[in-house]
């Protein structure tokens, strides 16, 4: 779960959903700019969920060319789809946040 540094705030995970290791986020609560602290754990969940999504997508779609069977369209469709939820959950359960001005220099109001 992504949490903001300096309030403590739980960050949306819609709002996750759109963080990547090259953008920031704003915190609804306190406006603070956050970015992904475990960059290489980010990479890491991205890389084995597109990893395992494309091979084995490409299975299916190879299983569909061979038997022209539309049952392989729809798995291939359904695990692109379940992967992706379950990269995100991943991705929102143990992505870490830090403040873009990690020394708090900036303050508002
Ligand atoms: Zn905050």
Redesign the pocket.
């Known amino acids: 779960m992504g949490v903001?540094?300096?309030?403590?705030?739980n960050?949306q995970a819609r709002k996750l959903l759109r963080l990547t290791n090259l953008n920031t986020i704003t915190?609804?609560?306190?406006?603070?700019k956050?970015r992904v602290k475990n960059k290489n754990f980010n990479s890491t969940i991205g890389g084995v969920g597109g990893g395992i999504g494309g091979g084995l997508g490409t299975l299916l779609l190879i299983f569909w060319i061979q038997t022209g069977n539309n049952l392989y369209i729809g798995l291939s469709v359904t695990m692109f789809a379940v992967i992706f939820v379950l990269t995100w959950l991943i991705a929102n359960k143990y992505v870490e946040l830090e403040s873009e001005n990690p020394e708090g220099m900036i303050r508002q109001g």
């Open positions: 903001c540094p300096k309030c403590g705030n960050v915190c609804q609560v306190c406006s603070s956050l």
